[in-house]
């Protein structure tokens, strides 16, 4: 049957380091404690693009947030993402690119929730994959960051790996499909 809009999706299977984490009866994972959190077989040829939506907190201190692309349960470590950065907080503002081996995505806090709404376009083609992210949370102050990113190789992905960089994370993320 098909479907317009959203759709939620149901990853094959789960992979992660840290206290735990499980996939709920409607397809979100919930995860506590965790350093890494893999998503395997979600990015299909159902659809072309993706809205990941994540709430989360870093455990303790503050620390970035990032993640990879991955592909039959291994993640593309090689520095083929570029991302570029804005961001606003209180009364600073400021903009940075970053090469790097990961997609930086956000500044996590350890007082306050954060959420995270990402789109990814194109991840299961055989083409570069683009992505653009709204982080929003208490880091320093009410804080917003918006990520735009590439990842420059042309292979076709089936899953995501979230980092909370040098730190652990607890919260939820659900993956959505959007229809063809």
């Known amino acids: 049957m098909s479907k317009n809009g959203l759709i939620l999706l149901t990853p094959t299977s789960i992979a992660y380091t840290g206290t735990s984490a499980t996939i709920s009866t409607n397809g979100s994972v919930l995860f506590s404690g965790i350093t890494s959190l893999s998503f395997n077989g979600v990015f299909t040829n159902d659809y072309d693009n993706y809205l990941i939506i994540r709430r989360s907190q870093i455990d303790t201190d ?11 349960g291994t993640d593309d470590t090689a520095s083929n993402y570029v991302t570029q950065r804005l961001y606003a907080s ?5 903009g940075a690119r970053y090469t790097s081996s ?18 990814v376009y194109g991840p299961y083609l055989a083409q570069p994959t683009a992505w653009r992210q709204i982080h929003v949370g208490g880091y320093l102050n009410a804080y917003i960051d918006d990520f735009a990113g590439t990842h420059n190789q042309t292979t076709a992905y089936d899953g995501i790996t979230f980092y909370p960089d040098g730190n652990s994370m607890s919260g939820r993320v ?4 959007m229809r063809k």
């Not at 503050?62 to 039959?72: I, K, M, N, P, T």
Request: charged content about 20%.
């Open 62 to 72: 503050d620390f970035g947030y990032s993640f990879r692309l991955r592909a039959s």
């Open 90 to 94: 209180d009364t600073s503002y400021g």
């Open 102 to 119: 990961k997609a930086y995505n956000g500044i996590g806090s350890n007082d306050q929730r954060d959420g995270q709404a990402l789109y």
């Open 174 to 177: 659900a993956i959505y499909g």
